[in-house]
T-cell receptor, first 116, second 113 residues
Framework: AQSVTQPDARVTVSEGASLQLRCKYS??????LFWYVQYPRQGLQLLLK??????VVQGVNGFEAEFSKSNSSFHLRKASVHWSDSAVYFC??????????????FGKGTKLSVKS | DPKIIQKPKYLVAVTGSEKILICEQY?????MYWYRQSAKKPLEFMFS???????DNQTASSRFQPQSSKKNHLDLQITALKPDDSATYFC????????????FGPGTRLTVL
C-alpha cells in the first residue's frame, strides 16, 4: 500500500534562514508527488508537483523540491523563509495510473513556524 | 472569486442528527472529491466522483453519502452523527479523475457534541 511519511511534526526556523521539510514515500514505482500548503483557517493550496523528468521542481513563492527515487524522498526546500511562510505543509502522493485510483495520499503534515 | 465554495464554514451538530455539507466548484472540472481532516488522522480520502458517478469510496460507513445534483456540485450527507465525525471536511476537484492535480475548497469544520 502506498504511504507518505513526514518525520517532523513541527519545525521552527528564523526568518531569513534556509528550510528543508522532509518527506519519504512508499510506492512501487514512480508516483506523482506534490507539496500542498495550508495557511491558518484556509484550504490547501498546491505549492509544486513532480510527475517525471528533472528531479528538482520549482514551485510558487521560491519553494523547490527534489525527488530521489533511490531514497524514496521528496524533500521541500526554500533558501530564505519569510514569516508569511508559517503554515502546515503536506507531502502528497498520487498513483500515476489515475482514473479511479486518482485519490491523493497525504502525509501527516509539518507545521512550520517562522520566528521574526 | 473563490473557485470552490463550501458551505457552511462551521457547523455544530448534536449526536444522532443529520447534516449536509455543500460543495460547488466553478473550475469547469469533471471530477470531484471529499477528504476528511481530523485531529487523530492525516487528511484522508473519502470519495471520488467523475461526471456525477461514484468512482471510488474509501469510507467504511454508509452514514456518509455523497450527492451530486449537478456536474459542479458534490454534497456530503452525514446521518446519525457521532462525536468521532468531528473534523474538517474538504471538497476538491480536478479536470478529470486521471489528472492528479486537485484543487481544494476552504473546508467545513464540523463539531458533533
Amino acid at each position: 500500500a502506498q504511504s507518505v511519511t513526514q518525520p517532523d511534526a513541527r519545525v521552527t526556523v528564523s526568518e531569513g534562514a534556509s528550510l528543508q521539510l522532509r518527506c519519504k514515500y512508499s510506492y512501487s514505482g514512480t508516483p506523482y508527488l506534490f507539496w500542498y500548503v495550508q495557511y491558518p483557517r484556509q484550504g490547501l493550496q498546491l505549492l509544486l508537483k513532480y510527475y517525471s523528468g528533472d528531479p528538482v521542481v520549482q514551485g510558487v513563492n521560491g519553494f523547490e523540491a527534489e525527488f530521489s527515487k533511490s531514497n524514496s524522498s521528496f524533500h521541500l526546500r526554500k533558501a530564505s523563509v519569510h514569516w508569511s511562510d508559517s503554515a502546515v505543509y503536506f507531502c502528497v502522493l498520487s498513483d500515476p495510473i489515475g482514473g479511479s485510483n486518482a485519490k491523493l495520499t497525504f502525509g501527516k503534515g509539518t507545521k512550520l513556524s517562522v520566528k521574526s | 472569486d473563490p473557485k470552490i465554495i463550501q458551505k457552511p464554514k462551521y457547523l455544530v451538530a448534536v449526536t444522532g442528527s443529520e447534516k449536509i455539507l455543500i460543495c460547488e466548484q466553478y473550475l469547469g472540472h469533471n471530477a470531484m472529491y471529499w477528504y476528511r481532516q481530523s485531529a487523530k488522522k492525516p487528511l484522508e480520502f473519502m470519495f471520488s466522483y467523475s461526471y456525477q458517478k461514484l468512482m471510488d469510496n474509501q469510507t467504511a460507513s454508509s452514514r456518509f453519502q455523497p450527492q451530486s445534483s449537478k456536474k459542479n456540485h458534490l454534497d456530503l450527507q452525514i446521518t446519525a452523527l457521532k462525536p468521532d465525525d468531528s473534523a474538517t471536511y474538504f471538497c476538491a476537484s480536478s479536470q478529470e479523475t486521471g489528472y492528479a492535480e486537485q484543487f481544494f475548497g476552504p473546508g467545513t469544520r464540523l463539531t458533533v457534541l
